[in-house]
């Protein structure tokens, strides 16, 4: 962990207006004891992005969607193959919490949908200096595992993951 | 008639559940007799932290005769029975190893190996019994010696790795040791016949048509000249040792070379692959599938060469972890998984 931020200054967005759903529960709360199944409801990559818009910024105190680390157009779902893409942009060129965002990115998809689904976690083409040795390690699936059982860690996700219900709509 | 000629499918024969977390890694005790007079055991070790015993019963089933809880305080993540089947090693997440004996029906944890500073991957007993080997992300391999008394002497912190060591596995009929790394590479170590020290004997990485990604697995065939690598890019490499093997030439193991590179089977990382007493490789892979290869039968001319044998999409709901084949019974194999469940199969040639 280095003293002071890493950047000090971000450009804070506006929240995009939300489109209101119908039937606005999330499509896949889990843990759910049955799978929830509406015919009409494909699952696409709004109801992923409204999974995780909200996730506070490790060191800001604003969402991840405001700070543009996210968009909607920067996620991929295939649905039928159980396949969710995203590509986040750190803020910075030398952001060392990048590996904290892809996990706190992790976490959530696991928490909101099925567990079967499999995700994989990027940074933007030329978004970071050292992009490839962290993609590497974001979707290097042992080491995400060791790393969520580090307390410490932990506990910065959930903060990052919790302190969304700020945002909730 | 040859099955490797044949028509094959796997039969699912059971599903083991029980495990709270992910499954990651399996072994079959070796020599289960001594346990008791049991005849099949196998260990899967979780990411709910313990470790099962798995025995099969008179109907030729699996149940759960011992869950090794309250010792590890993270992951579980890989099990290792010595050659003579009375103990059992564990390698954690939580930086130790511990190793189990079999006391009168039970397991009591006899010894605690430490020392790495962060998680261990991988533990591996040597067929000599002499040794064990463990690894971690820290980046090196240990190599502790067996004495009596159950006590465990550390020999050597052996450091090359640029990155997290994935697995350590020892060769079936010498005392060498190969490495896979997060580094991409493979690392032979072989004692030095004179000062008793160890040290690296071969690399195997990119530049030796090595693989481009982590390698997470490896396993030799039965007569120690042949091994299978499998890695996150998606491949599965088979290496050759050409040399003259004896039971004592060591050396004869630092020479291997790139023999054959299987492709385009699994879409995901690839975590494990193990060579049964038959010859059937059996690959298990992030994208839920298992397939089994064996070598093609041809002109003797050319350069041995690999054949898919038959793929098994969705042999589990989740990622496979490790696949292993039963010792005793070289038609059975195990799989385990990220979802929680461990498969035993049959391959049966169909007619």
Known sequence: MTLGLINANPVVHERRERLSRADDPPHYPYPHPHPHSHPDDVLDALDVFDSVRDIRDPEHPYSLEQLSVLSEESITVDEKLGRIQITFTPTVQHCSMATVIGLCLRVKLMQCFPPHFKVDIKVSPGSLANEEAVNKQLNDKERVAAALENPNLRQLVDECLYSSELYSY | ?351
């Not at chain 2, 024969?13 to 005849?39: I, M």
């Not at chain 2, 050597?156 to 997060?182: E, I």
Request: glycine share 8%; aromatic share 8%.
């Open chain 2, 1 to 351: 008639m040859e099955l490797l000629d044949s028509n094959v499918d796997l039969k699912e024969l059971q599903k083991l559940q029980g495990h709270a977390d992910r499954v990651w890694g399996l072994a079959w005790n070796p020599a289960p007799h001594n346990c008791g007079g049991a005849s099949a055991m196998l260990a899967s070790c979780s990411g709910d932290k313990t470790l099962r015993i798995w025995q099969m019963g008179p109907t030729h089933r699996f149940d759960c005769s011992t869950i090794l809880e309250d010792t590890h305080t993270r992951t579980v993540r890989s099990c290792a029975w010595s050659p003579c089947g009375k103990f059992l090693a564990t390698a954690s997440f939580d930086s130790t190893t511990a190793i189990w004996k079999y006391v009168g029906g039970d397991f009591e944890c006899v010894a605690t190996l430490e020392g790495h500073e962060n998680e261990v991957k991988s533990v591996t007993w040597s067929s000599s019994g002499t040794f064990l080997a463990t690894c971690s992300r820290d980046k090196t391999v240990w190599i502790w010696e067996v004495q009596p008394g159950d006590e465990y002497d550390c020999v050597a912190v052996l450091q090359g790795h640029s990155q997290d060591v994935k697995m350590v596995q020892w060769h079936p009929l010498v005392d060498v040791l190969v490495s896979v790394s997060y580094d991409n590479s493979i690392k032979v170590w072989a004692e030095d016949g004179d000062s008793d020290d160890w040290h690296c004997v071969q690399t195997l990485n990119e530049g030796s048509s090595g693989h481009a990604s982590t390698v997470w697995s490896v396993a030799f065939n039965s007569s120690g000249d042949r091994m299978v690598t499998s890695s996150d890019d998606l491949t599965l490499k088979i290496w050759d040792t050409s040399s003259a093997i004896s039971q004592t030439d060591t050396e004869g193991f630092a020479s291997w070379r790139h023999l054959c590179t299987l492709s385009g089977y699994h879409g995901r990382t690839i975590f494990s692959a193990h060579w049964s007493s038959e010859g059937i490789i059996a690959s298990g892979a992030g994208d839920d599938a298992l397939c089994l290869f064996v070598e093609e039968k041809g002109n003797s001319i050319e350069e041995p060469s690999y054949r898919l044998l038959l793929k098994k999409e969705k042999a589990h709901d989740m990622d496979i972890n490790s696949v292993r084949w039963n010792p005793k019974d070289q038609r059975i194999l195990a799989s385990a998984s990220d979802d929680g469940t461990i498969k035993i199969w049959e391959v049966r040639e169909i007619s």
